[in-house]
């Protein structure tokens, strides 16, 4: 796979030249500090991957892509987490916060190694609907702020109407998906879904106890309560062995 970095700092691509010693199966092809040069140099080498900076020497990466007939693989490489929204309107693979470390660089190519393996329609799939694990950082806008969050650090989703709240730390923002929608992209066995309402991710479960009900009641380790019904009770005992 042919692989091209696009950044303005010399030292940030020293760093990721280095990186990708250790993946043989990627060839790099060629490096650009801005988006003139870059332009060039994609028309010229054709590369399946772009490891790209947003802030290009007075351009953005977003100036780049429009400007490109055929838009390749996409791991953003940038400082910036206000931009991850507009980046997964292009085949981005992942969206890296500098700096980026080896281990991440690593997660992102496994990621696009899985999509280049997959057949066609799973390609599709996986373009539009990206199934995210425990690593996976995903973007949220909630009114004027921006938040980009890990799947590990979510202690539950909850259903409001056809929306959903993300409980993560200190904020509890909004996004417009369902909550089916969001337990459809989890990878299985990361998250459990208690309620018609709210979908916990079993990490953050302290405790179970039996409920009044004849369902559980689960205790997260932020000490909220969430009722897990009847019938989900069931499935729980399965999965925990209770």
């Not at 909220?224 to 729980?236: G, I, K, M, N, Y």
Request: net charge negative; proline share 4%; glycine share 4%.
């Amino acid at each position: 796979m042919k692989v091209m970095i696009v950044e303005d700092s010399r030292l940030a691509r020293l760093e990721l030249k280095e990186q990708l010693k250790v993946h043989p199966q990627l060839q790099l092809i060629a490096e650009a500090a801005d988006v003139p040069s870059a332009l060039t140099l994609i028309q010229q080498h054709q590369p399946d991957l772009l490891l790209l900076d947003i802030d290009l020497c007075g351009a953005s990466a977003f100036d780049l892509l429009a400007q490109l007939e055929a838009v390749p693989q996409i791991i953003f490489t940038t400082a910036y987490a206000e931009h991850a929204l507009t980046a997964f309107d292009y085949p981005t693979v992942d969206y890296l916060l500098k700096p980026v470390t080896a281990e991440r660089l690593a997660t992102a190519l496994a990621k696009l190694s899985a999509i280049a393996t997959a057949p066609a329609s799973e390609q599709q799939t996986a373009d539009n609907e990206r199934i995210l694990d425990g690593n996976s950082n995903f973007f949220v806008k909630d009114g004027e702020r921006c938040y980009l969050l890990k799947i590990s650090d979510v202690r539950w989703f909850e259903a409001i109407g056809n929306y959903s709240k993300v409980h993560a730390g200190q904020q509890a923002p909004m996004v417009y998906r369902s909550l089916n929608s969001i337990e459809q992209r989890l990878m299985p066995g990361l998250f459990f879904r208690a309620n018609r309402h709210q979908l916990v991710n079993l990490t953050a479960i302290y405790s179970v106890e039996p409920s009044v009900s004849g369902g559980f009641m689960l205790q997260l380790r932020c000490g909220t309560e969430v009722a897990v019904s009847r019938r989900q009770s069931t499935v729980l005992r399965q999965q925990l062995a209770l």
